[in-house]
């Protein structure tokens, strides 16, 4: 990859420079991209913009706290050739037949570099960073029951989200770029609320604006909103048809900023 400049966002997600460039980071030196940041800073939607703006395929794979890593590789589907040994449907002496790739292993096969989503990776138990060790630095897997080796005809593009849940181990770190995504100051919010609401009036966005980062700013907030809980919450305002001077001295529908009942209770007394 000669050229560095290759992600600059989308018309649907304003990425800061520092996000860009560690995007393109990853991508130029084939390293997979560690993001982490507070919830509702657009971790998740980060791959599908870099997928979009690079005109890659997306794969996702969603971890759960039951997710192995090695189901991201491929899984033998030993249930299905029992049921077709039994029922006579399939050849069952054609064990390839059974091997399910998995997101990881789709990436690797594809004809063309993707991009892989690893989603919430922390969700997992302590050994599944370390278990795909191996793989994302060979890119490469073998398959037992088939003889057969899986090696990337491309490098996909590797974004890892983390929440910071549990801490992953140094050797996985090392082999990542890390980005923080920080939250969005007003100038950036600004340009993500455009996109949204390109025809908000200038006057009601500066009132919803100052209200939604005092919320946030205020201690006892445990939760504190998101910017998808802010476009949630112009839209609600934009329906009720509210402009600046009807909210400047109001601070409606509150419970689709704020989701915790203490939080929500706490910020009504300052606000009544």
Known sequence: ??????????????????????????????????IRGEPGTGKTLLAK?????LQMPFISWHVKSTTKAQ???????????LN???????????????????????????PERVVLLIDEIDKADME?????LHELDEMSFYIRETDRTVTAKQRPVVVITSNAEKELPDAFLRRCIFHYIDFPDEALMRQIVDVHFPKIQDELLSQ?????????????????PS??????????????????????GAFPF????????ADLQGIQKKVS
């Open 1 to 34: 990859m000669s050229d560095f400049n290759l992600f600059a966002g989308t018309e649907g997600y304003i990425a800061s420079s520092e996000l860009r460039d560690a995007v393109n980071v990853s991508v130029s030196l084939e390293r997979p991209l560690l």
């Open 49 to 53: 913009a870099i997928a979009e703006a």
């Open 71 to 81: 189901e991201g590789l491929y899984v033998y589907d030993t249930v299905q050739r």
């Open 84 to 110: 077709d040994s039994r029922f006579g449907d399939g050849d069952v002496s054609n064990i390839e037949h059974y091997i399910k790739l998995g997101p990881l292993g789709t990436s690797f096969e594809a």
């Open 128 to 132: 599944f960073p370390n278990d795909l």
């Open 208 to 224: 919803i604006l100052m209200k939604f980062y005092w919320v946030r700013e205020q201690p006892e907030v445990r939760k504190k």
């Open 227 to 248: 910017t998808s809980e802010l476009i949630d919450w112009i839209g609600a305002l934009k329906r009720a048809g509210m402009d600046a001077a009807a909210l400047q």
């Open 254 to 261: 509150l419970g689709v900023l704020l989701k915790k009942e």
